[in-house]
């Protein structure tokens, strides 16, 4: 089994910042990718940004230039810091953890972009 514990988020004004942390424990013999997803109320489950185990990201149109992922190899930690964050980005933030073919979401956490 693989544990996430996500902490980070909040409430923020618009043109704020947040960062994002995720952290994987348990039976972790080989992470392939970690990244972060973000569902609002209604609306479905989109990828927000993805690092693989060689470092390759990837990023939703919407968030690029503004929010920037890493991740920590010897901590199983996951970071994903967000800037000029709009109201559009309020949302439960996900972390996703792909162990070998096995994908683990954690519990999410609230992101409230208002003024």
């Known amino acids: 089994q693989v544990q996430l514990v996500e902490s980070g988020g909040g409430l923020v004004q618009p043109g704020g910042s947040l960062r994002l942390s995720c952290a994987a424990s348990?039976?972790?013999?080989?992470?392939?990718?970690m990244g972060w997803f973000r569902q609002a109320p209604g609306k479905q489950r989109d990828l927000v940004a993805q690092?693989?185990?060689?470092?390759?990201?990837n990023y939703a149109s919407s968030v690029k230039g503004r929010f920037t992922i890493s991740r920590d190899n010897a901590k199983n930690t996951v970071y994903l810091q967000m800037n000029s964050l709009k109201p559009e980005d309020t949302a439960v933030y996900l972390c996703?953890?792909?162990?070998?073919?096995?994908?683990?979401w954690g519990q999410g956490t609230q992101v409230t972009v208002s003024s």
């Open positions: 996703r953890v792909v162990v070998t073919i096995n994908a683990y």
């Open positions: 348990g039976s972790i013999r080989s992470i392939a990718a």
């Open positions: 690092i693989t185990s060689g470092g390759q990201t």
